[in-house]
């Protein structure tokens, strides 16, 4: 099955809703316009289109292999890998002093989604590249950015993310990883780290790994722990490559899904110590990853979007050729296309509807990151990268956890076909899996929104964001269709009571959290998924009224948006009601929580 | 990680809920009394967890196998099914006067349970050699089912039901298989047939298979369907084998889960026809197929019930096991094991109740069946029939669907270390997958529900049950725990409000099933939903009161059963607000409906 990047959809997403346009007016975004816009997605779409969506479904039934240390990516991701970085696609949104093409996240976004909806485990790679070379950028000296972030843009070295060990995973206050200094401003690195995706192929002559480990003096807990650049080969003062590090994979995991991804177990410091340097300042590397991290958060949330996109497209495939069953209205004597029967519409519309309203999502979160990099006013800086930053864990959470109904969904839309695996839904279904665990599980994601995002500023993000709603209500209500338009009507109802649920479970969190901090816990994820449905159904509203009021342009495309916004309205956000419920449920130790831990 | 029958979970869900002590008053019953199901409970047990629960990782591991057309099973596994077989397990609920042991449905189902957690994949067989028994007992004459049913008890030979084609799932309408007479009561049978479970395997001296087939002059569509009984080795008058028929497996499946459950392709006929007998009579065949599949139905509803418990034990020992961040109250300064983490302990909370749920409701079903067989009362007997109809699809589809939620949850539970094969989460997230799918989609069951089960009698049935939960209701609130207890008092509040949502779904699917069917039809799986998560919550209601009255005979016990209610009522209860407003969504082409085929 093939996959087609969703150009309009994304053009629609990228201009009306994200407002790319604005984002032109920004020093150094000049070029950012939705003309160009249209010209970089236009020719990314070939490259995935072509190249590497035919290799995922290689991926999988012939992933990676690990012999003796060595391991081999699928055939064919090697020469995929080799054109999308002389695209210069790796470079996307990094800056050009280093060799990137400095776009807006909001222009990378849509790359990012088609990357990893052609082939989610190739686009592993540049993604977590893409975070070695925040955290280069960030925290680094201008000797380190020199010698690494030049190889890395253009996709001649790739770097990977080093946190994870077999008794530190979501809990980084138990690295063990040590760092001894060696006078010479170098450190030697013992220690084992899990989970590294990318962690060792044979796409690139070197691989830049960005490594958490304690110096001998460090404090306990979280405060001890620094970052350093080790890799794979030494690099040389004139940037050629060195002896072999003492860094190996001593092992690849046998995985549910994203196959072809290898997840690597990495042994540091076996044979006298793997040479790294420190990036930034020791004791800070905590600080540091969270930089990559939140990036990786939101492309992960991304991920969740383009794998339901193409679970989505196989799907409607599916279900137009497949010939089954006459219909229920009695309008046809013969067997139709099950597109036709009402159940299947209902999943279809389902998985559309969920996609699209995590996209505008993602895409609207974009905008607010480039407009708090660029933005020539300080105060208003800081209120989209505040906007941002409540908007990330949800971003990663909700549309992960979303890609799951969706590529669930897909299956199902085949029925028994569904199930085997030649027919391809069952890997996506396997491959989104991962996304609500890596990078920060959904727990994860949701006690950053509880903790950083809501109860610190006593909501006050959150209400920014309730008022935006609000507008979009009043929009709706407002449109000239409203009256005729059953979409319209079911749009204001339905997210009117998924934003009396929203600001609920807000005060909820803000005047618990301090005070019954378990319960707050324990409705966290509810309150993130929560606020996804309710996030998202904002977008389609404002998408509804765009898309009525510039229905003459394109009448086929806007009736269509229209239309999605309506299934959302009516399947989806009253969700919202029941999530309120749930996260209101833990007080005292009751609902969620009245089963204590004897008692399972 | 081994499985542990919850034989007291069991126990009480089929002596407090479904009532077993009733059915010991039927004639023909005396004998199923709480103590004998004790005794074969515990017995079960010991078989289930000893010998077929350790095999169900090596069968994921390594697949029957398919060589030159044989089958071979995953080792170990015939030993297994022959202990099975021998241990009498396979006759439970079938006639004494054929080998079985005459024991209520209410009794097997709790060995069903424990067959299917045990090893998901071998109890399919067991599953459709029940079905093939029920449809011979039905339909098939004396002669027939002397030949086939006590060989099939005993566990010497099973059964399989041939109904899919290739272009014949769900739409038996389109069934193409020959069947032509010989003159001598016999029939050749010419075509093939798909997806047929233990189609094929080395664990029998015999397989018996049930096949759907068209007899020359009969009429099309599902009218002109016969039922045939072809097996694997023709058998001779004294009952010994003789010749290999012309049916053979030409290949079997590739899939997502049950893997070491055969998935065949069967070709009858390539060699000059396969030898087969009409069961009952000619062009009834749908209607005997609806008997087996009835019972096959239940039966993968008890599958559901049946690995969401399995994925339950698993997610709670590495909960309790796993040591990882301090807890967000404060109450300890070094990381603890994660079962203290709110979202942790909300997610086992959440599978916990709703595996009880699914299976109180599966039990209180099973023991309608049984009323309906045995009490004297023909209008009584009637009653139950009508209740356990509506039952079946509500038990099937919502207990399935249910599976996916859980099976998943549980491999969130383990973070990275559920997406890494050999940990054994994903294997019970991809073995569940096919309960939606098989014996009848959930979109199938929907419309079973929506159409011959609510349509029909205007609701009649659904307001019986819709009385119970009221009778529930008052029982919650007239007890002397309502004032002190939030269990009480939620389950109230969140039972009451789902009834609500029940009764106004029951009553839109009654007023449109015939105006609007594409609207009903749309709503259909979310009414089965909203029907399941209401009823399963009335019998944790039950449950409730239960617990409460009989707490001081074994108080961990029943305050566990008092907490899983309270969790139910607010994590899961909610949930059938938003449930109907998706069921009323779709009216007049709206919600669901509102994008056309031709705009996805």
Same mark, same amino acid.
């Given at each position: 099955?093939?996959?087609?990047?969703?150009?309009?959809?994304?053009?629609?997403?990228?201009?009306?809703?994200?407002?790319?346009?604005?984002?032109?007016?920004?020093?150094?975004?000049?070029?950012?316009?939705?003309?160009?816009?249209?010209?970089?997605?236009?020719?990314?779409?070939?490259?995935?289109?072509?190249?590497?969506?035919?290799?995922?479904?290689?991926?999988?039934?012939?992933?990676?292999?690990?012999?003796?240390?060595?391991?081999?990516?699928?055939?064919?991701?090697?020469?995929?890998?080799?054109?999308?970085?002389?695209?210069?696609?790796?470079?996307?949104?990094?800056?050009?002093?280093?060799?990137?093409?400095?776009?807006?996240?909001?222009?990378?976004?849509?790359?990012?989604?088609?990357?990893?909806?052609?082939?989610?485990?190739?686009?592993?790679?540049?993604?977590?590249?893409?975070?070695?070379?925040?955290?280069?950028?960030?925290?680094?000296?201008?000797?380190?950015?020199?010698?690494?972030?030049?190889?890395?843009?253009?996709?001649?070295?790739?770097?990977?993310?080093?946190?994870?060990?077999?008794?530190?995973?979501?809990?980084?206050?138990?690295?063990?990883?040590?760092?001894?200094?060696?006078?010479?401003?170098?450190?030697?690195?013992?220690?084992?780290?899990?989970?590294?995706?990318?962690?060792?192929?044979?796409?690139?002559?070197?691989?830049? @790994?960005?490594?958490?480990?304690?110096?001998?003096?460090?404090?306990?807990?979280?405060?001890?722990?620094?970052?350093?650049?080790?890799?794979?080969?030494?690099?040389?003062?004139?940037?050629?490559?060195?002896?072999?590090?003492?860094?190996?994979?001593?092992?690849?995991?046998?995985?549910?899904?994203?196959?072809?991804?290898?997840?690597?177990?990495?042994?540091?410091?076996?044979?006298?110590?793997?040479?790294?340097?420190?990036?930034?300042?020791?004791?800070?590397?905590?600080?540091?990853?969270?930089?990559?991290?939140?990036?990786?958060?939101?492309?992960?949330?991304?991920?969740?979007?383009?794998?339901?996109?193409?679970?989505?497209?196989?799907?409607?495939?599916?279900?137009?050729?497949?010939?089954?069953?006459?219909?229920?209205?009695?309008?046809?004597?013969?067997?139709?296309?099950?597109?036709?029967?009402?159940?299947?519409?209902?999943?279809?519309?389902?998985?559309?509807?969920?996609?699209?309203?995590?996209?505008?999502?993602?895409?609207?979160?974009?905008? @607010?990151?480039?407009?708090?990099?660029?933005?020539?006013?300080?105060?208003?800086?800081?209120?989209?990268?505040?906007?941002?930053?409540?908007?990330?864990?949800?971003?990663?959470?909700?549309?992960?956890?979303?890609?799951?109904?969706?590529?669930?969904?897909?299956?199902?839309?085949?029925?028994?076909?569904?199930?085997?695996?030649?027919?391809?839904?069952?890997?996506?279904?396997?491959?989104?899996?991962?996304?609500?665990?890596?990078?920060?599980?959904?727990?994860?994601?949701?006690?950053?929104?509880?903790?950083?995002?809501?109860?610190?500023?006593?909501?006050?993000?959150?209400?920014?964001?309730?008022?935006?709603?609000?507008?979009?209500?009043?929009?709706?209500?407002?449109?000239?269709?409203?009256?005729?338009?059953?979409?319209?009507?079911?749009?204001?109802?339905?997210?009117?009571?998924?934003?009396?649920?929203?600001?609920?479970?807000?005060?909820?969190?803000?005047?618990?959290?301090?005070?019954?901090?378990?319960?707050?816990?324990?409705?966290?994820?509810?309150?993130?998924?929560?606020?996804?449905?309710?996030?998202?159904?904002?977008?389609?509203?404002?998408?509804?009224?765009?898309?009525?009021?510039?229905?003459?342009?394109?009448?086929?495309?806007?009736?269509?948006?229209?239309?999605?916004? @309506?299934?959302?309205?009516?399947?989806?956000?009253?969700?919202?009601?029941?999530?309120?419920?749930?996260?209101?449920?833990?007080?005292?130790?009751?609902?969620?929580?009245?089963?204590?831990?004897?008692?399972?």
């Amino acid at each position: 099955m093939s996959y087609v990047a969703p150009l309009k959809e994304m053009l629609f997403a990228l201009t009306d809703l994200a407002g790319i346009d604005q984002l032109a007016a920004l020093p150094g975004y000049e070029d950012a316009t939705a003309n160009t816009a249209r010209a970089v997605l236009e020719e990314a779409a070939r490259l995935h289109e072509d190249v590497l969506a035919p290799l995922n479904v290689d991926g999988d039934r012939s992933p990676s292999t690990w012999k003796d240390g060595v391991v081999t990516a699928t055939a064919g991701f090697k020469d995929a890998f080799r054109q999308f970085s002389e695209g210069g696609w790796q470079g996307l949104q990094h800056p050009s002093e280093y060799g990137g093409q400095d776009l807006p996240k909001l222009l990378s976004t849509p790359c990012i989604e088609m990357l990893n909806a052609a082939n989610l485990s190739l686009g592993l790679c540049p993604l977590l590249t893409d975070g070695a070379i925040e955290a280069l950028l960030t925290a680094g000296s201008e000797e380190l950015k020199q010698r690494y972030v030049p190889k890395m843009i253009s996709g001649e070295w790739t770097g990977t993310m080093n946190l994870t060990e077999p008794q530190a995973g979501s809990d980084l206050s138990l690295v063990r990883t040590r760092a001894e200094p060696q006078g010479d401003g170098s450190y030697r690195i013992f220690g084992t780290k899990i989970f590294i995706t990318w962690g060792e192929h044979d796409m690139t002559e070197n691989i830049v @790994h960005l490594v958490l480990a304690r110096t001998p003096a460090a404090p306990e807990g979280v405060k001890g722990i620094s970052l350093f650049v080790v890799p794979k080969f030494l690099v040389n003062k004139d940037g050629s490559l060195g002896e072999r590090n003492d860094a190996h994979c001593v092992s690849i995991e046998h995985k549910l899904g994203i196959k072809a991804s290898p997840t690597a177990v990495l042994q540091f410091g076996d044979h006298g110590g793997a040479i790294g340097q420190l990036v930034g300042e020791e004791n800070r590397g905590l600080e540091y990853m969270f930089v990559m991290m939140n990036a990786a958060r939101f492309a992960v949330g991304v991920q969740g979007v383009a794998i339901s996109d193409r679970a989505y497209q196989q799907a409607v495939a599916y279900a137009k050729e497949r010939v089954q069953s006459r219909p229920v209205d009695g309008s046809a004597k013969q067997p139709v296309a099950i597109i036709q029967h009402p159940d299947v519409r209902r999943m279809l519309s389902t998985m559309r509807a969920l996609t699209e309203g995590a996209r505008a999502l993602a895409y609207v979160s974009a905008s @607010h990151c480039d407009l708090a990099h660029r933005h020539p006013d300080g105060a208003t800086r800081a209120n989209h990268q505040a906007i941002y930053e409540y908007l990330v864990p949800i971003v990663k959470g909700w549309s992960t956890e979303m890609s799951l109904e969706v590529t669930s969904l897909g299956v199902q839309v085949h029925g028994g076909m569904g199930f085997i695996e030649e027919t391809g839904a069952a890997q996506y279904y396997r491959d989104a899996r991962i996304l609500p665990i890596y990078e920060g599980t959904t727990a994860i994601q949701a006690n950053d929104l509880v903790g950083r995002k809501t109860m610190r500023d006593n909501g006050e993000v959150a209400g920014m964001l309730l008022a935006q709603i609000d507008a979009a209500l009043v929009a709706v209500q407002a449109h000239p269709s409203y009256g005729s338009s059953a979409a319209f009507q079911a749009m204001h109802r339905h997210l009117s009571a998924g934003r009396e649920a929203l600001y609920s479970a807000v005060r909820f969190v803000v005047e618990n959290a301090k005070s019954d901090p378990n319960a707050a816990c324990a409705g966290s994820v509810c309150y993130l998924m929560l606020a996804g449905i309710v996030l998202a159904g904002w977008q389609l509203a404002r998408s509804l009224v765009l898309a009525a009021d510039k229905r003459d342009e394109d009448p086929a495309f806007h009736d269509a948006k229209i239309a999605t916004a @309506h299934s959302y309205a009516t399947q989806v956000l009253p969700r919202a009601i029941a999530l309120e419920a749930a996260v209101r449920g833990a007080r005292d130790g009751e609902g969620a929580l009245a089963l204590r831990e004897d008692q399972f």
